[in-house]
């Protein structure tokens, strides 16, 4: 399955977005999934149809009134920084000349908090590092550890951490750990967000404020430089 949404920019143009995760030889039971065989089907579509994909810098400088969009624009994203987008993805990505966005998790680069399922199938930071140069390929935040459940109520459901407040069964806890987690969730989706490319040298952007929580990154040396705005 692939997850299909709208993203309607300030500009008032909605773009068809695609958002792939794992790419595989054979179909498993993960609903996210979807083959080698039908992800070149699908991108073979867009061409036939006439779909322009687009690349998150072109949006940026169409948004600045510096650039205009094609006229069937689409926008192809690649969630985990999993191993299947250098393997299966990026090949028929340049075959057609197509730009990604690839969205990692940066605790899970790391090691720290590796879902079980992912384990041995995630890009590392050397590999990240390779494609960072690459004209077809942005990386962007896909949060440093938001991307799991919490606990969200006395009945012990659970909900995406990144837009739940925790809930706290020890007394006087709840209130200091809400906030902890609101801020963290703030910071984290913000700097998701800010991450671009600067259109004209290459560099990444990322706000001053951003620094410690994607520090991360900044320590594994996958950023090239500061660029300013």
């Known amino acids: 399955m692939v997850m299909f949404g709208w993203a309607q920019a300030a500009w008032a143009t909605e773009i068809p977005v695609l958002a792939y995760h794992d790419i595989l030889e054979k179909k498993g039971a993960d609903p996210f999934e979807v083959t080698a065989n039908d992800f070149a089907r699908h991108m073979q579509y867009l061409k036939d149809e006439g779909y322009t994909p687009v690349s998150l810098s072109l949006i940026g400088r169409v948004h600045a009134g510096e650039a205009s969009l094609p006229a069937k624009p689409v926008l192809l994203t690649f969630d985990d920084g999993l191993q299947s987008f250098v393997q299966y993805a990026l090949p028929v990505l340049r075959q057609h000349g197509f730009p990604s966005v690839l969205s990692i998790v940066t605790a899970w680069v790391d090691g720290r908090a590796v879902p079980e399922a992912y384990r041995g199938r995630l890009l590392g930071w050397e590999a990240l590092r390779a494609l960072v140069d690459l004209p077809l390929v942005e990386i962007i935040s896909h949060s440093d550890d938001l991307h ?80 300013t705005t």
Do not use: F
């Not at 925790?166 to 991450?195: C, E, F, H, Q, T």
């Not at 001053?208 to 500061?226: A, I, P």
């Open 148 to 227: 799991h459940g919490i606990r969200s109520n006395p009945q012990g459901n659970e909900a995406p951490a990144g837009v739940t407040r925790a809930y706290d069964l020890k007394p006087g806890a709840m209130r200091p750990r809400m906030r902890s987690v609101r801020v963290s969730a703030r910071i984290s989706l913000a700097a998701a967000a800010a991450w671009s490319r600067c259109s004209e040298k290459r560099r990444w952007l990322l706000p001053g404020r951003m620094v410690h929580t994607m520090r991360s990154l900044w320590r594994k040396r996958v950023t090239l430089e500061w660029c």
